[in-house]
């Protein structure tokens, strides 16, 4: 073999995100760490305590509740240790939460409250606006069977999306309970282990309404749907009597419609007096809410309709009437602590698409219309959303352990508040002291000590000071507001140069070529005056 022969180098890595992940970058880090602060200050203020889990859980904690129910471990990244154990990036934040609660509970309260914020993973197809890592933070109570627990949870999670920029009419809460849809369902001959895949089917058809439409969830009830694309998703091959039932639980928008117009059974149900209000009511909402006397009425009216339509959809099933009953309760509690129904709404629509939620379920919706990528206008949609798992504990233990949180999209509720132009500025860097002199490095380091102090973000230019060309172009890729210069001449005059780089800009952008000439917004101020001066000017963009 040829000694001499030149062993081939290794090709250099390429330069590139991987597929489904994206880096973020100063101004989005701040607004989302801004966003995580206010909302753990509404948690915080409700009793509740912060956790951080790891990022890793076994395969087997995580369990084999992730969406698609026919596929219980896929979706996760997962990998064997040296112990031929499998270990998985987090899917989701409940999960090690109900870990938690089994392992250290004997060391925790009951009931347990706590909140988390942190990115999961999901190894599923990314997408436009769907990535593989994303941010979610959550709060649960973990031991409480109280569905005061699950009212509290909704008026937090309607505070929360305030706290953060979303006005009070720009959202809204729906509430449901798993318990009602498992009545339905139960009237409709779906109940039974010999059902379960049909129920499967059933559940992640209806969470779909949104994406696909009455008709689109309607398909998937029966033979199936097939996209654009032409790949068809088999139905759950209901009857039509079946689907029909399940179509009325559902699409809560056209059995309002049929109520109007159906004035005998809606008198019968409600009482003629009560009729005539909501219909008057309701026909104002239809033409224009703003017409409304009174909103809240209008609001209050649609929770008493919902709950008399689902109080009839699931009959004479016991589940059914005791899920009926807890919305009520909640409806009730809510209403004692100033929650209306103009912040949070009975919806049967609402259903959350994971297997484990045993009773109410909750989603924020925003209400307020943004543009599309081809400029058609569409109603955000959902933030967040979660509800009662009371048998998620039980998998580590073998006790019933009641438990109910929410889960809010960090990242989807940013992207919300970019659409209305309450975030997605640019983040200001910080003043540059410039280097005119590499022996005073000493100095321009006192400066910037100097401002520090006084709670100035403040550099040093630390790159080549040669040219100093470099250095203002510098702060201005920095989004820098003011550069400090000093050369030998104003260091033994005992004053430095203060540019004014965002008014610079202004003028740049406005005044003629002698006003620019006469740079009025670069001045000589006293070395003395230099944190006075910089935070006036800080001021003034402030």
């Known amino acids: 073999m040829d000694q001499m022969a030149k062993v081939k180098k290794q090709p250099r890595p390429k330069a590139e995100t991987p597929k489904g992940f994206v880096d973020y970058f100063g101004a989005d880090v701040r607004e989302r760490n801004a966003m995580l602060e206010a909302i753990g200050k509404v948690y915080h203020r409700y009793g509740f305590d912060p956790l951080e889990t790891s990022a890793i859980e076994t395969v087997e904690a995580l369990g084999k509740f992730l969406p698609d129910v026919d596929r219980p471990n896929d979706g996760v990244f997962a990998w064997q240790d040296e112990d031929e154990k499998w270990l998985a990036l987090r899917y989701d934040m409940t999960a090690p939460l109900a870990r938690v609660a089994a392992q250290f509970r004997n060391d925790l309260a009951a009931p347990y409250r706590r909140y988390t914020m942190g990115p999961v993973w999901r190894n599923e197809k990314p997408g436009p606006g769907r990535f593989r890592q994303f941010y979610q933070c959550d709060a649960d109570t973990v031991g409480s069977a109280s569905m005061a627990a699950d009212a509290e949870i909704c008026a937090m999670l309607a505070d929360t999306l305030e706290a953060v920029g979303i006005p009070r009419r720009d959202y809204v809460v729906r509430v449901n309970n798993r318990k009602v849809l498992n009545g339905v369902l139960e009237v409709a001959g779906l109940d039974g282990d010999d059902k379960e895949r049909e129920r499967g089917i059933v559940l992640r058809a209806i969470d779909k309404l949104d994406k696909f439409g ?42 309002l419609n049929k109520m109007l117009t159906e004035g005998v059974r809606s008198s019968f149900l409600l009482g003629n007096d009560d009729y005539k209000r909501w219909l008057h009511v309701s026909l104002a909402k239809s033409l224009d809410r703003d017409a409304i006397d009174d909103p809240v009425q209008a ?73 599309d990528d081809k400029g058609r206008p569409r109603q955000f ?57 590499r022996d005073r490095m000493a100095d321009y380091q006192a400066m910037v000590a100097e401002l520090r102090n006084a709670g100035i973000r403040a550099e040093v230019y630390l790159g080549n000071p040669k040219n100093f060309g470099n250095q203002l172009k510098y702060a201005d890729k920095r989004e820098s507001p003011v550069a400090i210069i000093q050369g030998s001449d104003e260091a033994a005059r005992g004053v430095v140069q203060i540019k004014d780089l965002a008014l610079g800009a202004e003028i740049a952008a406005s005044a003629s070529l002698e006003e620019w000439k006469s740079q009025p917004a670069q001045r000589e101020v006293a070395r003395d005056d230099l944190v006075g001066e910089v935070q006036a000017i800080l001021d003034r963009l402030a």
Do not use: C
């Open 381 to 437: 949609g959902s933030v967040a959303g979660g509800g009662r798992y009371d048998d998620l504990v039980k998998r580590f233990t073998g006790q019933a352990v009641p438990a109910t949180g929410i889960s809010i999209g960090v990242d989807r509720l940013l992207a919300a508040l970019r659409a209305k132009g309450r975030a997605g500025g640019t983040m200001q860097g910080p003043v540059v002291v410039t280097v005119m002199d």
């Open 299 to 371: 609001d209050e009216l649609h929770n008493r309709m919902a709950i008399f339509h689902l109080r009839e959809l699931v009959g004479n099933s016991v589940v059914g009437r005791k899920g009926v009953e807890e919305l009520e309760e909640i409806a009730a509690l809510l209403a004692a602590q100033g929650y209306g129904p103009d912040r949070i709404v009975i919806d049967p629509s609402v259903v959350r698409g994971l297997g484990y939620y045993t009773g109410p379920v909750y989603e924020a919706e925003l209400t307020f219309e943004v543009l």
């Open 214 to 255: 009455p008709e689109g969830v309607r398909l998937l009830l029966g033979k199936g749907r097939m996209d654009q694309s032409g790949d068809h998703t088999q139905g759950a091959m209901l009857s039509d009597e079946q689907a029909e039932l399940i179509m009325r639980f559902v699409d809560w928008e056209a059995e």
